[in-house]
């Protein structure tokens, strides 16, 4: 059985919405990430995976996402607690808010960053790398379509 676990690529301004993973988050804990979490059940219904990334968004840096999102792509891995996880990373475009700590025991630290900035950061991992390499992928083909 997989945990499911939802990200999401939140776009303003220029700039990726980045968090400083808590040191004691028991995955990959003081590493730079986008915002995102586990799955909960919701009693069921449609649109799961979207409500979750919205919820977790708010939850942890208490900033509102449009309500459309885009799905990225999704991958793998085995947490460092040897629970086999799916990932899922959505597109997100910013809608109001600042963002803030707001779970300490899972956020150390909130950064607004240009993609260079994410890419050259010592604490950034290849996973968080690759997230944003296909977000901005994918926001620069949408935002062709929009103006074609």
């Known amino acids: 059985m997989f945990i499911v676990n939802v990200e999401g690529a939140v776009y303003h301004e220029n700039k990726w919405l980045i968090i400083e993973r808590s040191a004691k988050e028991s995955h990959a804990g003081g590493t730079l990430s986008l915002v ?3 799955v909960d059940t919701d009693g069921g219904g449609a649109d799961i995976l979207e409500k979750n990334v919205r919820r977790e968004i708010f939850e942890e840096v208490g ?3 449009k309500k459309s999102v885009h799905y990225v792509y999704s991958s793998s891995f085995i947490s460092d607690d040897g629970d086999p996880v799916v990932n899922v990373v959505f597109l997100c475009g910013y809608e109001s808010g600042t963002a803030y700590i707001n ?3 899972e956020v150390d630290a909130v950064y607004w ?3 260079e900035e994410v890419f050259s950061h010592p604490k950034t991992p290849p996973w ?4 944003i390499k296909r977000a901005d992928e994918l926001r620069r083909n949408l935002q062709h379509l ?3």
């Open 128 to 131: 968080t790398k690759e997230s």
């Open 103 to 105: 779970s300490p025991d």
């Open 146 to 148: 929009n103006q074609g």
């Open 36 to 38: 995102g979490g586990k």
């Open 113 to 115: 960053m240009t993609a």
């Open 63 to 65: 900033i509102e996402i």
